[in-house]
Structures are given as structure tokens and as C-alpha cells.
């Protein structure tokens, strides 16, 4: 192939051009003769410039034009004037929608309209056309017919099958041998038993039972007369001849109250299993696809007749047992003040209270004591403070205050148990609204009240001027004592201060934090980290305080009064608010500072009044004013730990309680509080 020469044409343009390395031949000339050598030679370009070609610099040859191709048809005149005898002037034409309309192709189809008269026509032949052939083929096979052949068109069934592209396929497969298998087993024993139980068979079955026992405490008082008993007091013989006589009544026996009670626990059980089913295994699997969220399932609803009308006033779970937990009814409207009631509910059995005991008034708050389980301190409206023996059947308090041992004059709102191994007698503290913090501490007879500190007015600048010089006391709502201290508590007043106090120095306040503009509701020391706590009043506000500094770190706006607020014993960063809208609320500051991660409705109608955790399994039990108590199951995402955990997904060695003081002491160097203005 002769090689080829570039030639430059228009601007800037090249052209290839043929062109072998011999001299230039002639068009009409014959094409040169070439050798081997020159036929395997690599073509060689050369530029072939004319004479006229304008020579451009490289910035004019790298300049970009733009061209922008339109429809309008450069050809078409547009500036055609017509005189229009209308308006007896002349106009310009208007340019036509058909004036730029090209046809780049044309060809006459073959395709008529059906009511054209050549369309009838072509109708009318094709209709001919198929008589002529239906008219052959019968002809056809009449002649078939004739001549004795069979009319194999007759028989082949016309199908909608393609006639063009179609393949029938077939396959045949072995059919599996049939195999029965049979197992012979040798049926169990049968046994055949029936019985008729009458009224007079079960009276002697119980006569045989009574007679046994006579005859065991027969042997038994035998047996003591040999080895020497009967020197023994006549106190203790007839201690022992009623606890058999009460022994002997079987229907109302210990054991048979035992076993009625777990009859009934199974019984209540079977009849709600979903729920149980949903507290023991349901997990909200939607938690895994949300992060930053979670939801409360509710459980069961605690209530009973007498209680329809009073509101839950406090609740408390037992220290050591986890299903039991104690509710206070009583009443917050001044103007409908009745009697007062406790009962003790179960998780395990749901329909009916364990324990009931009433009183005169209304009971307002309790405390079930953290080393003996059994005693439960009760403060009532009337002031009065009792503590009653939840093993007792018996509806009366085994301690209870008076006007001779002294009592309180308002409403007790708040009693905590201390826990010291120091005190050899037991005691509790109460807070009421006629401004005194109160010491009870359990004699031999009687309950002694012993004043710890009065709760005295606090005037500020920023207060009236002329109420400074008021003296009185300020009313209490709640207290709390440090877990880490036990000297040191706060105080929530109805004025929305709180005060720092110590049990070692009563006369003044250690400190005074103004943050609440209402009556302070609740305050709870955290379990884990020893400088925090937290509080709640109805100005509709939740505020989170380091007793260092006199302002809040944090503080969380709901919306409506908050009636109570309640750390999670797992996690310090977790805590849950109740408020009158039926809300609750759970905050996990480790998760969001801002927002709860959980706000849903449990009631309807109805205001929330206290909120509890449980110490072991993930329920929150709330009150409400209408004497119920719901019990709500937390969702994974509202009971993370935050565990350390390692490249794959282990969790590493920790101490539990100081990762918690750790992740609340991030959240104290986070917020940094700094001191009010002056």
C-alpha cells in the first residue's frame, strides 16, 4: 500500500494524500511498478500545504467555535410584505408553521382508507379470492373421497401453536419404586381407674387424717414423760395446746393457705400467659433498626374496687424480693380528704393485692426498710407516721405516733429508713409541709420523735423587698439522703428552692440552689456518682444538679407538671419522668443530651403521679390519680450499660460501678456549670 501525504485544507484543516517516496506520476500515467523493499516500506506523511492558506499562531488554532444548530430554515424569507385592504396598510407576513418543514424522504404507501371506494373494492377481490379456494379444496377432497383415500386435513387439529418456530419436546423419565415402612411397638400398658368421691368419703378421709395427728402428739407427749418433761412451765404447755388446737383445723390452717395461694398464682398465671410470655422473652426488634429510640410494652394494670376513687400517693418495690412492691392511696385535693389504704402487689399474681392494710387518713408516702423487708414505714395526711409488719394479718400498725410522742401537723410527704449498723435502734426520717425534718426511732413501746432540722424561709434579692424581713418556715415536698454520705441530704421546699442540709449540723443550710420557680416535687440523689442529683417540680421542668455548684447542669423542659422523676439502678445516665399529661418520659443522657429517648402515653384521662424502677428485672412500674399502677417493660435501647468492648465485639474486663461514675463524670466536664451572675 504506497504510503499517504497530509494536505492542509481550509482553516487549519489536513487532508491525506496518497504519496510514495518516488517521484510525482502523472494521473493518467500507469501506476508505478514496485520492488518488495518499497512494498513493505512504512508510509511516509508529509505536509502539503497551498500557496493561499492562511497561517494561523497555535492560540488561534486551539480557539474554540461554537455553533448552534436551530430549525429555522435559512432559505425562508422573512421579511415578505403584503397589503392588507382591511386595515388598508401594509403588513408583514407572518412566517407559516409549515414555512421550515423539510421532507428528507418521500414514498407513496400502498395503505387505503376503509371507507375509500378502492378500499371496497380490495375487499370485495379478497372475498372472491377465498370462495375460489374454499371451492377448490372441497373439490379436492371430494375427489379424495371418491377415490377411497382418507381426508387427512379433516384430522390434524388446528391449534394457535406457532407454525413457524415451534418444537414439540418430550422426555421420559423412571417412575421411583413405592416403598412402605412400617415400625411395630408394643402398645404401653393401659390401667383402667375410676373412683366416687362423696361428701362423707372426704370427711373420712380427714377424720383418718386427725386421727393420725392425735395419735403422732399421744406418742410425742410419751415419749416426753420418760425423758423427764413434766417439770417443764405450765406457759409453755399451754402455748402448746393452742398451736395444736389451731393445727388441728386444717381448712384453715398454715399449709392450706399456702397451697390456696400457689393455686391461685397458677391459676392467674395460666389465664394472662401472653403477658408473662411477653416479660420474660419479647423483645422490641425494631430497637436494632433505631438508634437513639426506644418504647415502653405494657404489661399489666394493678387495681383494685376500693381503690377506684383514691390516687397513688407513693410507690416502693422491696428490697428482697424483686415481684413485690407497695402503693399508697391517698388523695392530693385538700377539699376531698377520706381514709387511706396500702396494698402490696405481686408479679405473680396480678388479680388481687397480697397484703391490704387501711387507715384513718389518707396515706401520702412509704418506705420499705433496705435490711428488714418486712417493716414498712407509712406517713398519713394528718401527720401521723406508722410502721407496719407486712407479716402481720392483722390490720393494725405495730408503731404509731400521737400527740404525747409528738407528730407532725401537715401532710407527711416524704419518710426514708436509715441504714446504719452504728444505730442500735431503728429509725426513719419524715418530711412534712410545717417545715420539719423528723427523726422516729422504734422503742420498746412506743415510736419517739426526735427534730433534725427546721426548714426556715430564704429570702433573695431578687425577691419582694418588703417579704425579706418574714420569718416562718418553708413547707417540705421531698428530701433524699446520699448513698456515699450519710450525713448529708437535700430538701425540696414548696417554694422551689432546695437546700443542702447535714444530720451533724442542723441550725443552717449548707447551700441553697435556686433553679425551680414551683413547688419541688422530687429529688433523688444518683446511685452510682456521689455529687449528682436530680429534681423535678410543677414549673414542668426536670433540672440535673452537682451539689458544688449553686445552678444546673442540665435542665429538660416537658411540657406539664412533672409529678415525679426516678434514676435507673443500671445505668448512672438513665432516668424516667411521669407527668399530668399521662406521659412518661426516659432520658439516657450517654445517648442524647437534648431529647428522651422514649415520650409515650400509657393513660388516658388520667394524670401520673410517681414513678419506680425495679432493682433487677427491666420493668417501670407508674401511678396515676385514678388508683391504678401500670407496669411497662423497657425496650433494649432504654437499658444499655455501655460495656468497654474490644476489636471484635467482646466485652472487656471492667468494674461496673466505676464505668458508670465515669460516664456521668464526662457528661459533669461536658456541661461545665458556671456561677450565677450578680
Not at 484543516?13 to 494521473?27: I, R
Not at 410419751?222 to 413434766?230: F, L, M, N, Q, Y
Request: net charge negative; proline share 6%; charged share 25%.
Amino acid at each position: 500500500m504506497p504510503p499517504k501525504s497530509t494536505k492542509r485544507t481550509g482553516k487549519g484543516k489536513k487532508k491525506d494524500v496518497d504519496e510514495s517516496p518516488s517521484t510525482t506520476v502523472p494521473a493518467h500515467s500507469a501506476p508505478p511498478v514496485h520492488d518488495e523493499e518499497d512494498f513493505y516500506r512504512e508510509p511516509i506523511k508529509r505536509i502539503v500545504c497551498p500557496d493561499n492558506q492562511v497561517q494561523l499562531t497555535e492560540e488561534q488554532l486551539g480557539e474554540e467555535f461554537t455553533r448552534v444548530l436551530t430549525a429555522n430554515d435559512p432559505n425562508v424569507p422573512n421579511n415578505i410584505t403584503k397589503y392588507n385592504y382591511k386595515e388598508k396598510a401594509y403588513k408583514q407576513d407572518p412566517e407559516g408553521p409549515m414555512d421550515h418543514l423539510v421532507f428528507h424522504f418521500e414514498m407513496d404507501g400502498c395503505s387505503l382508507h376503509k371507507d375509500s371506494e378502492d378500499a371496497s373494492h380490495q375487499v370485495q377481490l379478497e372475498e372472491a379470492k377465498q370462495m375460489e379456494m374454499e371451492r377448490l379444496r372441497k373439490e379436492a377432497a371430494q375427489e379424495a373421497l371418491d377415490a377411497g383415500e382418507e381426508d387427512m386435513e379433516a384430522d390434524t387439529p388446528k391449534t394457535g401453536k406457532n407454525q413457524f418456530n415451534y418444537s414439540e419436546r418430550a422426555a421420559q423419565t423412571f417412575n421411583n419404586s413405592l416403598r412402605s415402612r412400617g415400625v411395630a411397638t408394643e402398645p404401653p400398658p393401659v390401667v383402667q381407674f375410676f373412683a366416687t368421691v362423696t361428701q362423707w368419703e372426704i370427711y373420712d378421709a380427714y377424720m383418718t387424717e386427725y386421727k393420725k395427728q392425735l395419735q403422732e402428739e399421744e406418742s410425742l407427749k410419751t415419749a416426753e414423760k420418760r425423758k423427764g418433761a413434766s417439770s417443764a412451765p405450765a406457759a409453755n404447755v399451754d402455748e402448746g395446746v393452742t398451736k395444736t388446737s389451731k393445727e388441728d383445723d386444717m381448712v384453715h390452717s398454715q399449709k392450706m393457705s399456702n397451697a390456696l395461694k400457689i393455686l391461685e398464682r397458677m391459676v392467674n398465671q395460666n389465664a394472662e400467659d401472653e403477658i408473662f410470655q411477653d416479660f420474660k422473652y419479647w423483645e422490641d426488634a425494631s430497637d436494632w433498626y433505631r438508634n437513639g429510640e426506644g418504647s415502653l410494652l405494657p404489661l399489666w394494670r394493678f387495681s383494685t374496687e376500693r381503690t377506684k376513687r383514691k390516687q397513688v400517693t407513693a410507690i416502693r418495690w422491696n428490697p428482697a424480693y424483686p415481684d413485690l412492691f407497695a402503693v399508697a392511696y391517698g388523695s392530693y385535693d385538700f377539699m376531698r380528704q377520706g381514709s387511706g389504704m396500702v396494698c402490696c402487689f405481686s408479679l405473680k399474681n396480678t388479680s388481687h393485692p397480697e397484703y391490704i392494710f387501711s387507715t384513718e387518713s389518707g396515706v401520702m408516702s412509704l418506705d420499705f426498710h433496705p435490711r428488714h423487708q418486712s417493716l414498712l414505714a407509712v406517713g398519713c395526711y394528718d401527720g401521723t407516721v406508722m410502721v407496719f409488719d407486712v407479716r402481720n394479718r392483722v390490720n393494725r400498725p405495730i408503731y404509731s405516733s400521737s400527740i404525747r410522742t409528738g407528730k407532725h401537723t401537715d401532710p407527711v410527704w416524704q419518710v426514708h429508713w436509715q441504714d446504719e449498723d452504728l444505730v442500735k435502734e431503728l429509725n426513719y426520717f419524715s418530711i412534712s409541709s410545717d417545715g420539719q425534718v423528723a427523726s422516729w426511732i422504734m422503742s420498746k413501746n412506743e415510736l419517739k420523735m426526735e427534730p433534725v432540722m427546721q426548714l426556715k424561709l430564704v429570702a433573695t434579692a431578687r425577691d419582694d423587698p418588703d417579704e425579706v424581713n418574714l420569718s416562718g418556715l418553708a413547707g417540705g415536698c421531698c428530701f433524699d439522703f446520699n448513698r456515699h454520705n450519710e450525713h448529708l441530704f437535700i430538701v425540696g421546699t414548696e417554694e422551689g428552692k432546695i437546700h443542702k442540709c447535714s444530720k451533724a449540723y442542723s441550725g443552717q443550710y449548707l447551700e441553697t440552689y435556686q433553679g425551680h420557680h414551683m413547688a419541688v416535687y422530687a429529688l433523688k440523689w444518683n446511685p452510682f456518682h456521689p455529687r449528682v442529683f436530680i429534681s423535678c417540680s410543677a414549673d414542668w421542668t426536670v433540672k440535673i444538679w452537682d451539689h458544688n455548684f449553686p445552678t444546673p447542669i442540665l435542665s429538660f423542659d416537658l411540657g406539664n407538671a412533672v409529678g415525679d422523676v426516678a434514676w435507673a439502678p443500671y445505668s448512672s445516665t438513665v432516668f424516667s419522668a411521669v407527668t399530668s399529661d399521662g406521659k412518661v418520659h426516659v432520658f439516657d443522657l450517654a445517648e442524647n443530651k437534648h431529647e428522651p429517648l422514649c415520650e409515650q402515653k400509657v393513660v388516658k384521662r388520667a394524670k401520673l403521679t410517681h414513678v419506680c424502677f425495679n432493682q433487677s428485672d427491666p420493668i417501670l412500674i407508674v401511678g396515676d390519680d385514678r388508683g391504678g399502677v401500670n407496669s411497662l417493660k423497657l425496650s433494649p435501647n432504654l437499658r444499655k450499660v455501655h460495656e468497654p468492648r474490644g476489636e471484635e465485639g467482646e466485652v472487656l474486663p471492667h468494674d461496673p460501678i466505676q464505668l458508670q461514675v465515669d460516664k456521668m463524670e464526662k457528661l459533669l466536664l461536658a456541661a461545665d456549670p458556671k456561677p450565677p451572675s450578680s
